[in-house]
């Protein structure tokens, strides 16, 4: 774990514009930085950076955050990883735990290994006419081959020796790029292969895939589980893929190197291909963090229709209402790179938007598994569908496909989420999560907290007591408070703020909020119609304090206690100010 403290320091001291300004070219605009908006398509700028309060936001697609919310919406990583990314520019260490600065003290010196390797087999491809026919009679030209950094590992059994003088380095073992045998014999894993390298998601060399030229087995190798390379968690093509699949905010998925590099020749850019694996958890997490469509594209043969059901089944659990995952199969014996190459593109692109929705894809092969044409078949296919909509993370996307296989194996609804164990959706835990009344944006919460939003020292003069916590937007305001209180949340603008409550149950409100407020404030007015609201916030609760102790009069009289406070009360209330509470 990152401690917040630095988090808040490292956002502190460097310049959200600065780190925009890396990717984006900014315009002044006032007092802000404008520009187009880097995830998605636009002609007319409006994308806003606004130095003052650390926070970027797009009014075309809603994209918002602070300079690390950035560089992950941006580069598609982690945020870890952004937060090194930025401590490093800023020349400040990042206090991991000590395992962790372990791994990477060990990772260091694998990834200088890789990255020359990588060089070696660039150089190997240019002197080799075998493998540069090769690569021309797939269709691929010198500029697509350098976009992935195409190489050739040389057929001879110690190739590396050339880059590598220490060619017994146990590194070189550690990293994959040398085997040794039973008899202690050293050689290069790759041998006559073209050379396809492996980016993580900071453009490292992490691993390779080599293809063989011609006849051979196996058709293609991999390197090995090294401390630099998980098959498991990484996508090929990715970095080069990222700008192409925020445009399109889709992501075609393939199986092979050659397919990502077929397709981008011929003008598909945003598509990856998982490693030698049938589609994994970390897999599908990361590829939806990348765009709200994710399209499957497999073979059609027995291998393909496996391979379609492992990426149905693992991304069940990682859905939402708001985003689409979907299978295509294509059609024939094809495979995506030779489709293309004899179709063309616009033939591709329409084979993708005739993709087959997950949950349609999902109810097809249930019903061909269980025949619900009898009772026993009915029967069987709630059963089978039982762990697939027990793993169903989408709400919404549950309860339709419920109703699709309740209507299939004609009962209710409600038989077949009592058999599956599901509850309602209207007590299901996706509901509002402990948010007891939502968001009441004409609440006098609400209007403190947009104000707070931008001077957050100010809660700390809120009268608590009276704040409704009922409301999510009083939870958030004493949550700031108490941050406030016990100096963890120091000046420094929205960018601070959101990150100081990611992932809490305050965030998605805070965000929201602060997404339309980017604009400058006049900080006079803001006090007063801060001033104003608490006024209000005071003389409601006095008036609701009065209107139950006359209740009481009117019911059965007050004790003399109660009749000090009434008349206390009465001297005390008086006409709300007009100052108004519009922000």
């Not at 990834?111 to 660039?122: Q, S, W």
């Not at 209740?551 to 000090?564: M, T």
Request: aromatic share 6%.
């Amino acid at each position: 774990m990152i401690p917040e403290s630095f988090v808040q320091e490292l956002l502190a001291r460097i310049d959200i514009v600065d780190v925009v300004e890396r990717y984006v070219p900014l315009r002044k605009s006032g007092a802000n930085f404008s520009a187009c908006c880097p995830f998605h398509s636009e002609k007319t700028p409006s994308f806003t950076v606004s130095p003052s309060k650390q926070f970027y936001h797009c009014f075309g697609c809603g994209a918002h955050g602070s300079a690390i919310g950035f560089l992950m919406q941006h580069a598609g990583i982690g945020f870890i990883e952004a937060v090194e990314d930025l401590a490093s520019s800023a020349g400040m260490q990042v206090p991991h735990e000590e395992r962790n600065a372990t791994i990477r003290a060990r990772k260091a010196p694998l990834t200088e290994l890789m990255a020359r390797a990588m060089h070696f087999y660039r150089e190997q491809l240019k002197a080799s006419p075998k493998a540069i026919d090769y690569l021309k009679n797939r269709g691929l030209t010198g500029e697509i081959a350098a976009k992935f950094a195409l190489g050739y590992a040389p057929d001879g059994w110690q190739g590396l020796q050339q880059v590598f003088s220490d060619y017994s380095d146990p590194a070189l073992v550690e990293c994959g790029l040398v085997i040794v045998n039973e008899q202690g014999r050293r050689y290069d894993r790759f041998r006559d292969r073209v050379m396809f390298p492996i980016l993580d998601q900071r453009g490292n060399v992490i691993g390779f895939g080599g293809r063989v030229i011609g006849e051979g087995e196996p058709k293609y190798l991999n390197s090995p589980e090294t401390p630099l390379f998980e098959k498991g968690r990484e996508l090929y093509g990715l970095p080069q893929a990222r700008k192409a699949i925020q445009e399109a905010d889709t992501v075609l998925v393939v199986e092979g190197y050659m397919d990502v590099v077929g397709l981008v020749q011929n003008g598909v850019g945003n598509v990856v291909a998982t490693l030698g694996t049938a589609a994994t958890d970390a897999n599908v997490q990361k590829l939806l963090k990348q765009a709200n469509r994710v399209v499957f594209c497999f073979d059609r043969d027995s291998a393909g229709d496996r391979a379609a059901w492992r990426a149905m089944e693992v991304s069940l659990s990682h859905l939402a209402d708001n985003k689409t995952v979907e299978i295509l199969q294509m059609p024939g014996n094809q495979d995506p790179d030779e489709f293309i190459r004899e179709h063309g593109k616009e033939a591709f692109v329409q084979q993708t938007r005739s993709a087959t929705r997950l949950s349609e894809f999902l109810l097809r092969e249930l019903v061909k598994q269980t025949n619900p044409s009898t009772a026993e078949g009915r029967a069987m296919l709630v059963h089978a569908a039982k762990p697939l909509l027990q793993k169903m993370a989408a709400p919404i996307l549950r309860v339709q496909l419920t109703k699709e296989i309740a209507q299939r194996a004609q009962v209710s609804q409600a038989e077949v989420e009592a058999q599956c164990g599901l509850k309602p959706l209207a007590r299901s835990r996706y509901a509002p999560a402990q948010m007891k009344q939502r968001p009441v944006p004409s609440s006098i919460e609400y209007k403190l907290l947009q104000i707070v939003l931008h001077k957050p020292e100010w809660a700390a003069r809120l009268p608590l007591e009276l704040i409704d916590r009922e409301r999510v937007e009083g939870e958030a305001l004493s949550a700031i408070a108490d941050a406030i209180d016990h100096g963890e949340l120091p000046a420094g603008g929205f960018g601070l703020l959101l990150e100081f409550f990611r992932n809490t149950p305050y965030e998605s409100l805070i965000a929201a909020i602060a997404a339309n407020m980017v604009e400058e404030v006049d900080l006079g007015a803001l006090e007063t119609v801060f001033n104003d609201c608490v006024a209000h916030l005071r003389q409601a609760t006095l008036t609701a304090e009065v209107e139950r102790l006359n209740a009481r009069a009117n019911e059965g009289g007050l004790n003399q206690e109660e009749k000090r406070r009434l008349t206390e009360l009465l001297a005390k209330k008086r006409p709300a100010s007009t100052t108004g509470t519009s922000i």
